[in-house]
């Protein structure tokens, strides 16, 4: 995978969130190596991308489901 950062000449939509990159917006396009005809755009701070990673494998439990000994 190749990335470049580029002002799009017209619109585009995010492949992350799935709005709008208008005309003259800075963004991230991506291509693959070896399928040259996949590109992918996203913004470079997409709203729609999760600020921080979450914890992978583990679930929580939500305090309503916690029993409490009385």
Known sequence: ?????????H???CDLCHHRI?????????RDDFWPEQVWFE???C???AAVAGPSGKTSIPPS???TAH
């Open 43 to 45: 913004h470079l701070r």
């Open 1 to 9: 995978m190749s990335e470049r950062i580029l002002v799009a000449r």
């Open 47 to 49: 709203p729609g991308e």
């Open 22 to 30: 208008e005309a003259g917006e800075r963004c991230r396009l991506i």
């Open 65 to 67: 489901s916690i029993t």
């Open 11 to 13: 619109r585009h939509i």
